[in-house]
């Protein structure tokens, strides 16, 4: 019995011409909401950029977002974690120098005391963690990257999932005309 197999590289060319070099593309973050036992957040301290984040970052080529998250807190605080569900996707317009961007928030689940006790900061990115209150962790974050929070805690508190731009729901910010407004404290 024949099998059909999967085109070769040459065979998608032909077939798909120009189109996936003309196509765009789109900068994804990953970030995991991560709870002590006493409901605390866990926020990180990245030395490039201001304020405080949660951990997570940058998705690489073809890597899937969920999976760029628990490389991320493996990389930065040298604990293995299991992504939960999806909480959050937040669409950012371009701003200097960046293109748009899309930001996944997983659930990165509460950490029992030992948990929590195997942190480190394990690469050059983080300079210091802790566990924050959410009044404190509105503090620290950068005005954007709170409200995500606040929406992947109340997505967390609901059982539902929210698609933001901007850090707000859709439907309730103002958008400039055009749709291409600047962002605050991206990614």
């Not at 984040?53 to 974690?81: K, Q, S, T």
């Amino acid at each position: 019995m024949a099998t059909e197999s999967e085109p070769t590289a040459l065979e998608w060319e032909s077939y798909l011409g120009e189109g996936p070099i003309k196509l765009p593309r789109k900068r994804v973050t990953a970030d995991l909401v991560v709870r002590d036992v006493a409901g605390r957040i866990l926020l990180v301290d990245p030395h490039y950029k201001l304020g405080w984040d949660v951990p997570g970052g940058m998705v690489e080529v073809n890597e899937a977002p969920h999976a760029a998250a628990a490389r991320e807190m493996r990389e930065e605080l040298g604990l293995d974690l299991v992504p939960g569900r999806l909480l959050v996707v937040d669409w950012m317009p371009p701003h200097e120098p960046w293109d748009d961007v899309l930001a996944f928030v997983f659930d990165g689940g509460t950490l029992t005391e030992a948990e929590a006790a195997r942190i480190r900061v394990v690469d050059g990115e983080v300079t210091a963690y802790r566990f924050c209150e959410r009044v404190e962790a509105r503090k620290r974050l950068l005005p954007l990257v709170a409200a995500r929070i606040d929406a992947a805690l109340e997505a967390l508190r609901t059982d539902t999932i929210s698609y933001l731009h901007r850090g707000q729901p859709v439907g309730e910010f103002s958008e400039p005309p055009g749709g291409r407004g600047a962002a605050d404290g991206c990614g």
